[in-house]
């Protein structure tokens, strides 16, 4: 059969089909994306028609059982909480992350624990040899026989696998890895990755069998690949975290059986992942006590709160231009709250630098962080502490007014829970939890507040502001 080769230009962000490159892509709009991607057409040779008895008959929606299959517990509970209970029978699971933060590792463990009861898996590599797999799981702990692994990146020898082994759970490493001999593109090229999927997405529903993919990401962090990829699976997940640091990060962007922005805390050690049951005792490790620029606030990823700490450093600068760094936020957001402080408050801080950072490494862009970052941008300046004991969230404005914000009630208790004895917050939020009857604030003193002005003389202050 004679084959032709055709070029076609597919958009790395949408996935839109071109015959011939544009500098704007016109699915997104997006510029610079088309991608040129060489595909295999045959130019003779007729369509293939299904028999009438083979059609595929649509079924009536009342005739479909509602019953929920019941989800595969792992025994990772961080894990188990971002997947939203378990692992859903017959899904596609996307995990992306940075090179080395530990993707394999999790997934590694992942398939020893389901090994231990005594389900079988299947563990797919493109990137190691079985010794190298072998020596990393080594560091884990011991494996039971109803783990298998298999170095191989052809997709068809990889679904011959699945045929023979019916495997309860798969994890192929990684999807840039592997090819398709129909697509006559390099692995980790456009058509491949789209292809390829699109295999294991039927493998997966046909089967179901539940299939982890990992996916390398760009230099941006984005999952490397079209981006209807991450609109094929049912679950992404992005697993993140400082180089730097030991901690790491599982976040749950998009979930179709369960809640998004979840989030579970590991932490990485010579024996692999540890979970962190209590975050908030974690990010708060080392926080300097009594000095300025240092406010403690509570942040919520999901349905997870944990108390965190919000550091600033305001200094006098020699310079025509003031320097503004922001590491753990949004910058544009610090630019607009050091502006209210200026408008509103009446401080200078024009003449100087002003630095704002989340401690711990993590990322958080919540309305909630605004008063806590106002508050140490006071502290840094006035260099006056804010006491050790006091909890601060709540959205700042652009007249200075302190807005409510939402779960409220779920920041108070993560807050009496870890020992604080103020919590200073929006004031409507102050009136609402009062009236509630679900949290015990015999140990806690709320102090509602509707502008920053009411935040400069507070006694919380180790002296007047």
Known sequence: MAKKKLQIYYCKECGT???????????????????????????????????????????????????????????????????????????????GGDPGIGKSTLLLQMCKHLSDQKEKVLYVSGEESLQQIKMRGERIGNFSDSIY????????????????????????DSIQTMYDDGVDAAPGSVSQVREI????????????ITIFIVGHVTKEGNVAGPRMLEHMVDTVLYFEGDA????????????????????????????GLVEVPNPSEYMLQGKPIGESG??????????????????????????NMPRRTAAGTDYNRVNLLIAVVEKRLGMQLSDCDAYVNVAGGMRITE?????????????????RAMDEHTV?????????????????????????????????????????????????????????????????NRKEWSGNV
């Open 392 to 456: 601060i969230f709540g959205e700042v404005g652009l007249v200075g007014e302190v807005r409510a914000v939402p779960q409220a009630e779920k920041r108070v208790s993560e807050a009496v829970k870890t020992g604080y004895k103020t919590c200073i917050l929006p004031l409507a939020n102050k009136i609402a939890i009062e009236k509630s009857e679900n949290i015990d604030l015999s140990s806690v003193e709320l102090v509602g507040i509707s502008n920053i002005r009411e935040l400069i």
């Open 294 to 319: 240092s406010v403690v606030t509570c942040a919520i990823e999901g349905t997870r709160s944990f108390m965190i700490e919000v550091q600033a450093l305001v200094c006098h600068t020699y310079f």
């Open 149 to 172: 692994l298999l170095a191989e990146t052809n997709i068809a020898a990889i679904e011959g696998a699945i045929d023979s082994l019916q495997p309860r759970v798969a994890v192929i």
């Open 367 to 383: 309305p909630a962080l605004d008063l806590a970052i106002v508050a140490a941008l006071i502290s840094s300046q006035s260099g």
């Open 197 to 208: 999927t699109g295999v294991l997405l039927r493998i997966a529903k046909k089967k179901g």
């Open 17 to 95: 089909e071109s015959s011939k490159w544009q500098g704007q892509c016109p699915g997104c709009g997006a510029w610079n994306t088309l991608e040129e991607a060489p595909v295999v057409k045959t130019t003779s040779g007729k369509q293939k028609v299904m028999p009438v008895g083979e059609l595929v008959k649509p079924s009536k929606m009342s005739e479909i059982s509602t019953e929920r299959t019941p989800r595969l517990q792992i025994g990772i509970h961080e894990l188990d909480r971002v997947l939203g209970g378990g692992i859903v029978p017959g899904s596609l699971i996307l995990v």
């Open 244 to 271: 730097a640091a030991s901690y790491r990060m599982l976040r749950g962007v998009k979930n179709r059986f369960g809640s998004t922005n979840e989030i579970g805390v590991f932490e990485m050690r010579g024996q």
